[in-house]
């Protein structure tokens, strides 16, 4: 079926006259969205369905999203027959966030199905938690966490409170694909909807104050300022941070206004300094100790801290990550709360620095596809057996135990800010602290190239970068040999030196590959699951005696990032 044909398809009345209307533009104008917006089905990815609002099968609208909660609904009903069935839903501050999150709702109980919807903003963490808290059966977002402002999205949680996995994902799946658009039940029976509010902001920020927190040393005496960067976390940091006794919170107040438009930042992520920018001004006036912002969903942050010169740096998520779980080991040490049944959870593109923290802790440290849905899946499956202390990817997300099952800005904003005060106290800074890990571990750093190319020929693009990397990898990067190749896809590992091939059954299939040089460089190739863009992740590391030897070895560092950079022709 040609893309034109499947457009016609949406000048039926099973559509509103709204979308006929916009579909008919789209044709008589030969525009080219219309390729765009018609070419595909939106797909689930690492963050479940994310797209540009509009009309047509490739957007997010009324009608894709109707269609993804009626074979939602068709498979809850299917898996918990007999049973009340409950389904807690969140928004974000996104165009169009709130009148989704009523649409979802309303095919729901359409389908007998209970709803326990949130009267306004809130993070997505704070919904994960919800999930479980409430014994709901599964949970619903609205967002599309850092995108731009075109974006939004839609994410399932299940009934431990974390993100679907296989086998419930593709099962899914092929339930949404198999409803047709006349079949989705939009006449919602709001008797079936019970509405959340400020209360249950209460019971989730006293689960992230006990979850999170390990002594109270110089917390009044912490710096702090704070940004929400227009998105929902408005309405629990602040409470967050003062119920734990920080005295000295400085808000960047235009960035307190929830936007769907973003209208102070070209791009509302943490991960980019400029959105930071405004913060990291108030942080010059006030003498700030550490900065921190959110996304706009509230379960990334970025913090920034004073470095060896005195200056705000932001950290990069592996390094927030690498202060986090090293504090977090050592408290449960102290407290002699490690068995030696016990483990942290990381990602595959994420910083190998976690394996040698669990080590010297005696934790084991399980390593997931790229997304929190796969550390959610390693709590669930280790129930029973083995807890959970704490888990964090490079992507900005940390999760301090196993109260919430996704990434959690609330409960890693508690203890970064307690280190901040503790290092404080002890005549120190965040910064110092962590070079003091490197000091002991060895120092890793990190680069991360994004490329992005839009559109049907953009993704046919970056297949063809994916392909002839899989098929003509690298020989060797910034001066060392690689020496093995990891195919996430094709589940195999080989070591260049014995010319031996073993297979990898550990981890899901995924289209991602993974190079190690021999003197322990890893780069790490994928496309994004969420973004047109395809991903580079580059790692290097050596060894440091002492903080003037930070300094000298992060300028060869970079340097060697900029040469692996040369050598995959990324500029």
């Given at each position: 079926?040609?893309?034109?044909?499947?457009?016609?398809?949406?000048?039926?009345?099973?559509?509103?006259?709204?979308?006929?209307?916009?579909?008919?533009?789209?044709?008589?104008?030969?525009?080219?969205?219309?390729?765009?917006?018609?070419?595909?089905?939106?797909?689930?990815?690492?963050?479940?369905?994310?797209?540009?609002?509009?009309?047509?099968?490739?957007?997010?609208?009324?009608?894709?999203?109707?269609?993804?909660?009626?074979?939602?609904?068709?498979?809850?009903?299917?898996?918990?027959?007999?049973?009340?069935?409950?389904?807690?839903?969140?928004?974000?501050?996104?165009?169009?966030?709130?009148?989704?999150?009523?649409?979802?709702?309303?095919?729901?109980?359409?389908n007998?199905i209970?709803?326990?919807?949130?009267?306004?903003?809130?993070?997505?963490p704070?919904?994960?938690?919800?999930?479980?808290?409430?014994?709901?059966?599964?949970?619903?977002?609205?967002?599309?966490?850092?995108?731009?402002?075109?974006?939004?999205?839609?994410?399932v949680?299940?009934?431990d409170?974390?993100?679907?996995?296989?086998?419930?994902?593709?099962?899914?799946?092929?339930?949404?694909?198999?409803?047709?658009?006349?079949?989705?039940?939009?006449?919602?029976?709001?008797?079936?909807?019970?509405?959340?509010?400020?209360?249950?902001?209460?019971?989730?920020?006293?689960?992230?104050?006990?979850?999170?927190?390990?002594?109270?040393?110089?917390?009044?005496?912490?710096?702090?300022?704070?940004?929400?960067?227009?998105?929902?976390?408005?309405?629990?940091?602040?409470k967050?941070?003062?119920?734990?006794?920080?005295?000295?919170?400085?808000?960047?107040?235009?960035?307190?206004?929830?936007?769907?438009?973003?209208?102070?930042?070209?791009?509302?992520?943490?991960?980019?300094p400029?959105?930071?920018?405004?913060?990291?001004?108030?942080?010059?006036?006030?003498?700030?100790?550490?900065?921190?912002?959110?996304?706009?969903?509230?379960?990334?942050?970025?913090?920034?801290?004073?470095?060896?010169?005195?200056?705000?740096?932001?950290?990069?998520?592996?390094?927030?990550?690498?202060?986090l779980?090293?504090?977090?080991l050592?408290?449960?040490?102290?407290?002699?709360?490690?068995?030696?049944?016990?483990?942290?959870?990381?990602?595959?593109?994420?910083?190998?620095?976690?394996?040698?923290?669990?080590?010297?802790?005696?934790?084991?440290?399980?390593?997931?596809?790229?997304?929190?849905?796969?550390?959610?899946?390693?709590?669930?499956?280790?129930?029973?057996?083995?807890?959970?202390?704490?888990?964090?990817?490079?992507?900005?997300?940390?999760?301090?135990?196993?109260?919430?099952?996704?990434?959690?800005?609330?409960?890693?904003?508690?203890?970064?800010?307690?280190?901040?005060?503790?290092?404080?106290?002890?005549?120190?800074?965040?910064?110092?602290?962590?070079?003091?890990?490197?000091?002991?571990?060895?120092?890793?750093?990190?680069?991360?190239?994004?490329?992005?190319?839009?559109?049907?020929?953009?993704?046919?693009?970056?297949?063809?970068?994916?392909?002839?990397?899989?098929?003509?990898?690298?020989?060797?990067?910034?001066?060392?040999?690689?020496?093995e190749?990891?195919?996430?896809?094709?589940?195999?590992?080989?070591?260049?030196?014995?010319?031996?091939?073993k297979?990898?059954?550990?981890?899901?299939?995924?289209?991602?590959?993974?190079?190690?040089t021999?003197?322990?460089?890893?780069?790490?190739?994928?496309?994004?699951g969420?973004?047109?863009?395809?991903?580079?992740?580059?790692?290097?590391?050596?060894?440091?005696?002492?903080?003037?030897?930070?300094?000298?070895?992060?300028?060869?560092?970079?340097?060697?990032?900029?040469?692996?950079?040369?050598?995959?022709?990324?500029?």
């Amino acid at each position: 079926m040609t893309t034109l044909e499947k457009a016609k398809l949406w000048l039926s009345y099973t559509f509103d006259k709204e979308t006929r209307d916009a579909v008919q533009a789209l044709i008589d104008s030969n525009s080219p969205d219309l390729e765009d917006s018609f070419y595909r089905e939106l797909e689930f990815g690492t963050g479940g369905m994310r797209g540009v609002m509009g009309v047509g099968t490739n957007r997010l609208n009324k009608y894709t999203l109707g269609q993804a909660t009626q074979g939602l609904a068709n498979y809850m009903l299917q898996q918990f027959k007999g049973e009340e069935i409950k389904v807690a839903i969140a928004y974000d501050v996104r165009h169009n966030s709130k009148e989704f999150g009523k649409l979802v709702a309303d095919v729901l109980t359409a389908n007998g199905i209970k709803v326990l919807l949130f009267k306004d903003h809130r993070p997505t963490p704070e919904l994960s938690f919800t999930v479980r808290d409430k014994k709901c059966n599964g949970g619903i977002v609205l967002t599309a966490s850092h995108n731009p402002p075109e974006y939004n999205g839609y994410k399932v949680y299940w009934n431990d409170g974390a993100q679907i996995v296989p086998p419930h994902d593709e099962a899914i799946i092929n339930e949404v694909y198999s409803v047709k658009f006349d079949e989705i039940k939009f006449n919602g029976n709001d008797d079936l909807i019970e509405w959340i509010g400020e209360e249950q902001d209460d019971v989730y920020i006293d689960a992230c104050l006990e979850n999170s927190t390990y002594q109270n040393v110089g917390k009044e005496n912490l710096n702090i300022v704070f940004t929400s960067i227009h998105g929902t976390t408005y309405t629990t940091i602040p409470k967050a941070l003062e119920k734990a006794g920080f005295k000295k919170v400085d808000l960047v107040k235009e960035q307190m206004i929830p936007s769907g438009n973003f209208t102070t930042v070209e791009s509302p992520n943490p991960e980019e300094p400029a959105a930071l920018e405004m913060a990291m001004d108030l942080a010059r006036i006030t003498n700030a100790d550490i900065v921190i912002g959110t996304d706009p969903d509230g379960d990334r942050l970025g913090i920034a801290v004073r470095n060896l010169d005195g200056e705000m740096q932001l950290l990069n998520g592996n390094q927030t990550n690498t202060i986090l779980t090293y504090y977090i080991l050592n408290e449960w040490r102290k407290q002699g709360r490690i068995t030696g049944k016990e483990f942290i959870g990381s990602t595959i593109v994420t910083s190998d620095i976690f394996f040698d923290i669990a080590q010297k802790f005696g934790v084991d440290c399980k390593v997931g596809l790229t997304g929190f849905k796969w550390i959610g899946k390693m709590i669930r499956e280790a129930e029973g057996k083995e807890k959970f202390i704490c888990g964090g990817e490079e992507s900005f997300g940390f999760m301090t135990g196993d109260f919430v099952r996704d990434k959690d800005s609330c409960g890693s904003i508690l203890v970064a800010c307690e280190i901040a005060a503790w290092c404080k106290a002890n005549g120190r800074t965040m910064y110092q602290y962590m070079i003091e890990i490197y000091e002991d571990l060895g120092m890793y750093y990190e680069g991360l190239v994004n490329i992005v190319r839009k559109g049907k020929e953009g993704a046919e693009e970056i297949q063809n970068m994916m392909k002839n990397f899989r098929e003509n990898p690298p020989k060797q990067l910034a001066g060392s040999l690689v020496e093995e190749v990891k195919d996430f896809k094709e589940q195999t590992s080989f070591t260049v030196s014995k010319n031996e091939t073993k297979v990898m059954n550990d981890i899901p299939k995924s289209n991602v590959l993974i190079y190690y040089t021999q003197d322990g460089t890893k780069v790490c190739v994928r496309p994004s699951g969420t973004e047109p863009k395809i991903k580079f992740y580059i790692s290097v590391k050596d060894t440091i005696t002492s903080e003037a030897d930070f300094k000298d070895k992060l300028k060869s560092l970079e340097a060697k990032i900029e040469d692996v950079r040369k050598d995959l022709k990324l500029d």
